[in-house]
């Protein structure tokens, strides 16, 4: 790595104390991720971080032990497939369903009614139309395969 390119990686975060992480202070994405130029190309600074270390992150994802997307400390940093990387955001809960999901139709309250109008033998069909879904999604959600997360 250039060493300009380490400079400005140096000058572009701040350290916190209480939990260690290194906060990016320059360019964030919309996400919430660090940001650099490296050359002609803009790169995720957790990216570089591992870059800077020695560590190549070509063709892997690069995971934050401490959840926090603006840090880019290198201690906080693990390489992983994309499947290692679905399975941390469900562990810790960043995956948008139900309500959270900015598409949803439903509330959990609906998907308890449609569970127990379907149980007492209303048909699908007049669901679906009434909630304004797929027949599909009622019978998903009768079968309790959708939106397994309401009880």
């Not at 350290?15 to 320059?26: H, I, V």
Request: aromatic letters at 6%.
């Amino acid at each position: 790595m250039r060493s300009e390119v380490r400079e400005r990686f140096f000058a572009s975060f701040e350290p916190e104390l209480n939990s260690g992480c290194w906060l990016w202070t320059k360019g964030i994405t919309r996400r919430g991720y660090s940001q650099i130029r490296v050359g002609p190309k803009n790169m995720k600074g957790h990216r570089v971080s591992l870059m800077i270390e020695g560590i190549d992150p070509t063709g892997l994802c690069v995971l934050h032990k401490c959840d926090t997307r603006s840090c880019v400390n290198p201690d906080h940093l693990f390489l992983g497939t994309n499947a290692d990387n679905m399975a941390d955001r469900d562990k810790k809960g960043r995956q948008a369903h139900g309500v959270r999901s900015g598409t949803a139709k439903l509330t959990d309250e609906k998907v308890g009614q449609i569970r127990e109008r379907r149980g007492q033998g209303e048909k699908t069909s007049a669901l679906a139309s009434e909630y304004g879904v797929s027949q599909s999604l009622v019978r998903q959600i009768a079968r309790g395969v959708g939106w397994r997360h309401v009880t």
